[in-house]
């Protein structure tokens, strides 16, 4: 079962302490990963066709998927009608916006080795 928006706010309200039960439990299991994933193929073949990448999954986040469909907390959203999500950035909070034009300056200024240095200061 998929949540649709009309429905996801009652029904995630709806659910018990034992629903959430199978999603906490991987909390820790979560919190031990390093690796949730690597890339494979790419290789060409006899013919030298490349084969598409692919991501294949570590199993944690197999069972993360599982159980969040089955709980079920996916919400079935039209993310390319999103209009407010298309606009986002122009609404975003003039502190935040001052603080992205400082970082874009500085990297302007002295270059992107100093503003990836996250010691460095605006």
């Not at 159980?67 to 079920?72: M, N």
């Not at 999500?85 to 935040?96: A, R, V, W």
């Amino acid at each position: 079962m998929i949540l649709d928006e009309r429905n996801c706010k009652n029904k995630i309200n709806g659910f018990t302490y034992q629903d959430w039960q199978p999603l906490m439990a991987l909390i820790p299991e979560i919190e031990n990963t390093s690796n949730f994933g690597e890339w494979s193929g790419g290789n060409k073949d006899e013919e030298g066709v490349v084969q598409i990448p692919y991501c294949v999954q570590a199993t944690i986040v197999s069972q993360f998927i599982e159980i969040v469909y089955a709980i079920p907390i996916i919400i079935d959203f039209d993310w390319g009608a999103w209009d407010e999500g298309y606009n986002t950035p122009q609404k975003l909070d003039k502190g935040i916006r001052w603080m992205l034009a400082c970082h874009i300056k500085k990297e302007r200024r002295y270059g992107k080795e100093h503003s990836e240095n996250p010691r460095q200061r605006f």
